[in-house]
Each structure stands twice: as structure tokens, then as C-alpha cells.
């Protein structure tokens, strides 16, 4: 992607200014293609380390590495002319402390291209999300069900019911006192996410928490059914493109079994076809 293109996208400033107007729209991308196909529709796009399970068949994201996500940046800021790029820094390479996780948060950034970063956890990463805006880094924060430290939530459950509420609400604060541009809400109960969006001076960016949040992500092979292991009720399906894949497939396959692909049309002549006839 040139740079003169890429000088379309937003930036982290752009998107802060955001707040209380139309909705930001986002999807996570992992490779080129389907940048290209979101680039025209989003806001920004984040390079998820979801990519772990869509695309590389992990039982968690705690299994993605730094060079995953450079590899798929990289794919996917080649799709990108108008969206900003956010990208996921991975489990392990950030919560030992603000200096190792400006070391990693660099790196990402000059290795793909990326406008910001995205880091989870709430007040526990204040001091590190400070650490890296103070030092150019942009950061997206991640609060309420942070995947990464699924094996001490207990599971992919809702957080912030009851007594959790007042600490995921604290969570959101302190990211965006730190600095943060803009936070992500994931999987909080709907009157806990309208709060926390009056309160907070940045963006929220909701996945399973509000319409009434500032904007809204959600995993593009979810929201087009081509991830099919499990659907979050919080996911809604635009497409049914895995069962339409599969379909394809077998058609293909019962047509070279049946002898009848390749056909005419698919085969070259044995002689080079007459001068301006085209030979595919």
C-alpha cells in the first residue's frame, strides 16, 4: 500500500473524535482480500489475535505469537486505502511491563504499518498504556471479557453482573485516563455498557454489550458464517458463506469423480489458437 493512500485512513485523534456521534463501524481481517471487501465499510479494521482460532484452528487466542500477527498485519495493510489499522498485541508480549510492551508495540507497528494497538485488561494496565501513549504509541484498551485471561475469568462468561459492575466500570476509567483513544467492551451486560458509554470520554466499541455503545466489532467469519465451530449469541450472520463453501465443494468434487470437470471449456488445444483468439 503506498503511502500516499494510506494518508486517507484515519488516525487514533480521528477516531476519539468520534464520541457520542454516528457509530464507528469495525470488523476484524486477517488477510488481504477481505480488507479490500471491508475497506469502503469500516471505520477501522483490527488484525485480531482471533486469528488464532478462525484461522489457524487454536482452542484459544493464548497460542498466538508476534510473528502471526506481523504476518496477517502485514496481508492485511495491503487491503486497507481508507480504514485505519489496529492490531491485537498478542498474550505474553506486553503484561510483563510498560518497557517490554513498548518493545513489542513498536515493533508491530513498523513491521506492518499499524495506526494503533490494542491491548486487554483494565486497571491493572494503566501504568503501560500511559507508558506507550507517552511514547507515540496509540492504544485501543479491551475491558469486561478479555480473552487472554480466559483460564482466570472462568470461561467466556459475562462480566459485570452484580458486584463486577462497579470494577468493570473503574476498568474503563482508568484505560481512558491513561490515554487510551478507545476502549472496547466485550460481553457486558447491556445497562453496564450504556453506563460506562455516558461516562467515559473516549469511544466504547461494543461486542456483545449495547447498540448504545460509540461503535461496534465483531469477527468478520462470524458475521459471515464461515467460522462455524460456535456462534456467540452476541453474533449476528449477514451470510451463511461457510454451508455455501462447503456446498461448492462437494458439487467439485462429485463433478471430478463423475469425469465431468475439466470440461471443453477448461482444457487447452493441442495447436496454438489463431492470432487474436484469445487462449486463456
Partial sequence: MSATARKTAPMADDIRA???????VSLTAYTTPMAQAMDA???????????GMV???????????MEMMILHGRAVARGLCRAMMVIDM?????????????????RLMAETGAGAVKLEGGATMADTIRFLVARGIPVMGHVGLTPQSVNTLGGYRVQGRDARAEAVLADAGAVADAGAFAVVLEKVPQALADRITAQVPIPTIGIGASAGCDGQILVVDDMLGIFTAFKPKFVKRYADLGAQAEEAIAAYAEDVRARRFPAEEHVFASQAPTPGASDG
Fill in 18 to 24: 468520534r464520541k457520542g456521534g454516528t457509530p464507528l
Fill in 41 to 51: 465499510h469500516c471505520d477501522f479494521v483490527l488484525v485480531g489475535d482471533s486469528v
Fill in 55 to 65: 484461522l489457524h484452528g487454536l482452542p484459544s487466542t493464548l497460542g498466538v505469537t
Fill in 90 to 106: 498478542p498474550f505474553g508480549s506486553y503484561e510483563e511491563g510498560p518497557e517490554q510492551a513498548f518493545r513489542n508495540a513498536a
